[in-house]
């Protein structure tokens, strides 16, 4: 699948059947987090790989999105600055949207949780066994998906683009 394809066919799939995720399409999904572009190149993330039933029966009660979910992947900042300042928060975004847009590619349906878990950040630390001071900033749930979910309605493009300066639209060539 080409890159556009899979950025305009991406849906945040919350159901899923039970057929279990190859490990190694996981790790591939990973390798393409890290890819992502990082702040400085500091690349301060790290990925737990979820695929163990009794551990993904574990995190289900985070967010109703895990619940039918056969694996997921948790992204795991470290919350350090660069010598520009920080960037951890734009990092994990650009590793995570890498996450989902390789997990279209590759077949599966995923979806970005981050605020659903956020108040239990510290409990699935703790299960996972990350240490401080990694922070546990989003996981994505990951699988076949039961169903695609409808495109929601977007933004016009016309509507909210600009050329060379706020309020000006294109010139009709």
């Known amino acids: 699948m080409d890159t556009l ?4 066919a991406r ?11 190859d490990r190694e399409d996981l790790q591939r999904i990973v390798a393409a987090a890290i890819d992502a572009p990082s702040g400085c190149n500091a690349q301060l993330r790290q990925y737990v790989i979820v695929d163990d039933v009794e551990v993904m029966d574990k995190l289900r009660g985070f967010s109703h999105a895990l619940e039918a979910a056969p694996a997921a992947v948790v992204l795991v900042i470290d919350p350090k600055p660069t010598r520009f300042g920080e960037f951890w928060v734009q990092d994990a975004s ?5 996450m989902l847009l390789a997990a279209e590619a590759l077949g599966y349906g995923a979806c970005w949780v981050e605020g659903a878990i956020r108040r239990h950040e510290k409990d699935i630390a703790d299960m996972l066994g990350v240490p401080e001071p990694l922070r546990v900033w989003s996981i ?7 169903g695609r ?17 706020f309020g000006r639209k294109a010139d009709r060539r």
Do not use: Y
Request: glycine share 2%.
């Open 94 to 98: 650009a590793a995570m949207q890498n």
């Open 5 to 8: 394809t899979a950025i305009h």
């Open 149 to 165: 979910p409808d495109r929601p309605e977007k933004s016009d493009p016309d509507e909210v683009t600009h050329f060379n300066a």
């Open 11 to 21: 849906r945040s799939v919350r159901k899923f059947r039970p057929d279990p995720v």
């Open 140 to 146: 994505m749930p990951v699988g076949r998906p039961d």
